[in-house]
Structure formats: C-alpha cells, structure tokens
C-alpha cells in the first residue's frame, strides 16, 4: 500500500517521531487510524442512540443539524 501525506501531516508525523512518543511513522499512523476508528464508533452509536430516541419519544424540537453539531462538540479527539 502506498499513502501519500502533505507537507503539514508529514511535519506532524516528524513531530511525533522527534519527541518520542512513537518509534517511526508507522506506529504514529496506526494510532491515528485507531483513534478515528473508535471516534467513528463512538458518534455512530450515539447518532443511533439518537434515533431510536426519536423513533420511540415525543417529538423533539432539535433538528438534525443541531443534533450533529451537539455531538461533534462533544466528542472531540
């Protein structure tokens, strides 16, 4: 596989490396990959917490935009 970054993700990548937290750029991709995965989970469980909400309650006054935007608020990484 070959993944091609910009100037400032390969900067960040460097960054993490020089201080030590990760050992070269394939350990800082993978926990990246893992943070967005269990970050993606995390809003697809609640959206659908949401919904069922909303498929079984009274009806509410937020509409989906408010709803998306409470949750990207958050849970920020």
Not at 13 to 23: E, V, Y
Not at 24 to 40: C, F
Request: neutral net charge.
């Amino acid at each position: 596989m070959n993944v091609s970054f910009t100037k400032k993700q390969e900067d960040y990548i460097a960054d993490q490396i020089q201080s030590g937290d990760f050992q070269n750029a394939t350990e800082v991709v993978t926990d990246a990959l893992r943070l967005q995965e269990t970050y993606r989970h995390r809003i697809i469980g609640d959206l659908k917490v949401e919904i069922e909400k909303g498929w079984e309650g009274k009806l509410s006054k937020r509409n989906v935009k408010d709803i998306i935007a409470s949750k990207k608020t958050d849970h920020q990484p």
